[in-house]
């Protein structure tokens, strides 16, 4: 079975100035925060048969090498960037196959209290009579892994923000409304290779709640499984069109036809109710520390209250 991708939505923001070789931190913002040393990491490309990860953030050499290859070339610099994960984690951007021209340039990255915050900007050009996938590897010391991820650009950098976007505001609007609109995905396979028509499988949920108390309860919800299709612009991406599973009598030939070679991994995950559950849990948490909600238990109707995921 394919490898399941669970995802959440990325925080983007604005980007600033530039630092591209190592040095020493520099304490700023009257010790606030602190500018972390990077190098950038060469002749490395992402492999054209896997799936972009869902966090620019890799610790282990054995994720490295699933995900990148090494391209050597002629001459003295053309050697990959040597990289020591017993010392070293790396941020790497990788963007969907594109035919226009696209430089990523790392910028700047801080650390403060528990974040990390790493800025860099995306520059689109003309359009080529090729296609390439852009890539930016930054080598960063090993102290820093353990701190949260913060993405500060004003280019989204992958999809999962428009389908969940999509949903709470397309698919969510459907139900009895809620305080808090909370959207949930599986994805079970992406197709990546054009920009204008990126298409992404998967298992698509929306939950309504009110709070009450220390508790969000249910008001609506339910699941879309289907096929999204996705186009990059220049700012980010937007939701084009969704095929979604017919019900009832429909539901088994359009499920067959819109996953195709998917459907076993779908029906895998579609029928695993103690993991969809897991990650209702995970992903409910991480809203309620996101908006910073009092709440320890979500509830649906009917049922007794349960503790959400840590």
């Known amino acids: 079975m394919k ?47 896997k799936q972009i990860p869902t966090s620019p953030k890799i610790t282990t050499e054995e994720e490295f090498n699933k995900l ?32 226009v021209a696209t430089e990523i340039t790392p910028v700047k990255v801080e ?6 915050f790493y800025d860099f900007e995306v520059k689109r050009g003309e359009k080529q009579s090729f296609s390439t996938q852009p890539v930016s590897v930054i080598i960063l010391d090993k102290q820093y892994e353990n701190k949260e991820l913060v993405l500060v650009s004003e ?6 923000p428009a389908i969940d976007r999509y949903l709470t505001k397309v698919i969510g609007s459907q139900y009895a409304q809620g305080e808090h609109c909370v959207p949930i995905h599986t994805i079970v396979g992406v197709d990546e290779r054009h920009a204008e028509d990126i298409k992404v499988w998967g298992d698509f949920w929306v939950f309504n709640y009110n709070q009450v108390g220390d508790t969000l309860k249910c008001v609506s919800g339910g699941s879309h499984p289907g096929l999204m299709h996705i186009r990059q612009t220049e700012k980010g991406f937007e939701v084009t069109g969704f095929d979604q599973v017919g019900d009832g009598s429909q539901y088994l030939l359009t499920v067959k036809k819109i996953f195709g070679d998917k459907y076993d991994a779908f029906q895998a995950i579609n029928s695993d109710e103690a993991q969809r559950e897991k990650l209702r849990a995970d992903v409910l948490s991480a809203y309620v520390k996101k908006y910073n909600l009092p709440v320890t238990m979500y509830q649906d109707h009917g049922w007794p209250a349960k503790k959400l995921g840590k």
Not at 75 to 88: H, R
Not at 111 to 116: E, I, T
């Open 3 to 49: 490898k399941i991708i669970f995802a959440l939505v990325s925080l983007l923001a604005l980007a600033a100035c530039n630092s591209n070789r190592p040095s020493e931190a520099t304490v700023v913002n009257n010790g606030a925060a602190a500018e972390v040393a990077f190098e950038v990491a060469k002749n490395y490309f992402f492999k054209n048969d």
């Open 68 to 99: 990148f290859g090494m391209a050597t070339t002629m001459g003295e610099d053309g050697k990959p960037t040597a990289i020591d994960f017993s010392k070293q984690f790396v941020l790497a951007i990788v963007l969907p196959v594109t035919d």
């Open 111 to 116: 650390a403060k209290g528990d974040s990390l």
């Open 155 to 160: 280019q989204e950098i992958t999809y999962f």
